[in-house]
């Protein structure tokens, strides 16, 4: 794990997903405004203090859209993942008693060989 820490790249990434994932947590508290309330006066502003990073065609926050927004984009990121998992988990236990079955059956013809053959006179007549 030490190793994994050690290589920048890591480190920047662990950084940037730790940002989003904060950012989105706490988006009803920073957010400065209501993302989807529209503002017929404040069409397309370029970003000052008021508004970070200015507004949209309709008079929306883009700022605080974009925090509101990540939470939507990570819980549709999280879901796609435990869909895939449990489809992952179905197909790799049927996967799983296919090889069990097989083992058992390779394990049946071996033992009904053995018997088989046991009973085989290998003297010649």
Do not use: C, E
């Not at 508290?29 to 200015?54: C, E, F, R, T, W």
């Amino acid at each position: 794990m030490k190793l994994v820490w050690q290589n920048p790249l890591t480190l920047i990434g662990f950084i940037i997903i730790s940002s989003i994932l904060l950012l989105a947590a706490i988006a009803p508290l920073i957010a400065p405004y209501d993302p989807n309330a529209i503002d017929v006066k404040a069409i397309l502003l370029a970003p000052s203090q008021l508004h970070l990073m200015g507004t949209d065609g309709l008079g929306r926050d883009v700022f605080s859209r974009m925090l509101y927004g990540a939470r939507i984009s990570l819980m549709v990121g999280f879901v796609a993942v435990g869909i895939a998992t449990l489809i992952g988990i179905v197909l790799g236990a049927d996967r799983l008693l296919d090889m069990t079955r097989t083992m058992v059956n390779v394990g049946a013809d071996l033992v009904t060989t053995a018997v088989v053959d046991s009973f085989d006179d290998p003297t010649p007549a």
